[in-house]
């Protein structure tokens, strides 16, 4: 990965780069990015960067850089010094409630960049959360990027109304079914992200994403991002997030990614732990609280130990997140589930409203 085409560069980013670079300066894009550093790919291989202070103490519009950014550095004492950003094609961010870090920019904090696809893995043989594949198709939307299914683990076999129920969930969005055990489809796979076009992965812990990136690769990457000194596994500083596929394609599986499905019901569960605690007991996992056999929220209601409006506030909110995630509107989802985290909160506790 040291060719700047293969990294995804263009000739919008080479104009960008020549309007603000100055003779010493290099181009590259973040194929990392750890605590206190960044893995920077450029035409000269792969080095180790950091921000220039300036970056890091002035707000800048585009913010510090995250993985998939294309950059503008210089290349000084065996290290790389970021001194810009280059305008980012698309992406990938969640909404944050607390700005206090300056790497959070207008509300949102970006996780990666200049990607084309959103592949929201999943597991074809179980059930998958309708709530969760919304907020992805919502942020995936959002990032400006394709979002596709991609349903591993057939081998295993496919949950039969899986299908149908995606034609609903995800209308339009195109579906790709592979297994990592028996390599079925994965040809297919890395075929569809052209030369330069990156694909970015999401979805749940276990649903085969590792898997999925070393079939794509052909190779295990965790043998080429650790070293075995003494017998011992070892992390060495040139581990990546992003990686080239043979066809010229590149894939992204960031851990900072991989948190997301735990914010994207932040705040909401929060807010509504009583309700998420007793719906653990509904004999559906896809329970809708509503005159499912066996829901344990209606059980708790009828037996008084949930107030019934508890029910009808969550139902409503979880209606109006549906709505927005399928607009795809990222920010006034947030907004919204900041409001209802505060409502609920207000009514919990009986503080009086502002
Ligand atoms: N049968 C079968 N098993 C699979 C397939 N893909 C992954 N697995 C298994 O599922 C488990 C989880 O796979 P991972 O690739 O670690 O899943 P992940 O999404 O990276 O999980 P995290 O690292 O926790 O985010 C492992 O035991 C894999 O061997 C598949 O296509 N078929
Ligand atoms: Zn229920």
């Not at 700047?4 to 020549?18: I, P, Y």
């Not at 893995?121 to 939307?141: H, K, P």
């Not at 276990?206 to 898997?211: D, I, L, T």
């Not at 996992?285 to 929220?297: T, Y």
Request: hydrophobic share 40%; charged share 25%.
């Amino acid at each position: 990965m040291t060719d700047l085409d293969h990294l995804g560069w263009s000739e919008t980013l080479a104009q960008s780069f020549a309007d603000i670079a100055e003779p010493t300066h290099i181009a590259g894009r973040i194929i990392a990015h750890h605590r206190g550093h960044y893995e920077l790919a450029y035409a000269g291989g792969t080095i180790r960067a950091q921000c220039a202070g300036r970056m890091r103490h002035r707000d800048t519009d585009l913010g510090l850089p995250v993985v998939g950014d294309f950059v503008v550095a210089r290349l000084e004492g065996g290290g790389a010094t970021i001194d810009a950003v280059l305008p980012r094609r698309t992406k990938f961010a969640r909404a944050v409630g607390d700005l206090t870090r300056h790497d959070v920019a207008k509300g949102e904090q970006i996780i990666a960049a200049n990607i084309d696809y959103v592949f929201i893995v999943t597991g074809a043989d179980a059930d998958f959360s309708t709530r969760r594949l919304e907020r992805l198709l919502g942020a995936a939307y959002g990032s400006g990027a394709v979002p596709m299914i991609v349903l591993t683990k057939i081998d295993l076999g496919l949950a039969p109304p899986m299908i149908d129920q995606l034609a609903i969930e995800a209308p339009g969005v195109a579906v790709h079914l592979v297994s990592n055990a028996t390599g079925e489809g994965i040809a297919a796979l890395r075929a569809l992200i052209r030369p330069g076009e990156t694909a970015l992965l999401v979805g749940s812990s276990g649903v085969g994403k590792s898997s999925l990136v070393n079939r794509l690769l052909g190779t295990d990457r965790q043998a080429t991002s650790i070293t075995d000194e003494n017998g011992r596994g070892r992390h060495t500083t040139t581990s990546r997030d992003l990686f080239a596929l043979d066809g010229g394609g590149l894939i992204l599986d960031t851990p900072g990614i991989r948190a997301i499905t735990q914010w994207q019901t932040e705040g909401l569960d929060d807010a509504f732990a009583d309700i998420t605690t007793i719906a653990t007991h509904c004999r559906f996992s896809d329970c809708r609280h509503e005159a499912e056999p066996g829901c344990a929220v209606q059980a708790a209601i009828a037996d008084g130990t949930l107030e019934a409006h508890r029910l009808t506030d969550y139902a409503k909110l979880d209606r109006e997140m549906a709505h927005l995630a399928r607009r795809g509107d990222k920010r006034a989802e947030a907004a919204q589930r900041r409001k209802w985290a505060k409502t609920t909160r207000q009514r919990r506790t009986g503080d009086v409203a502002p």
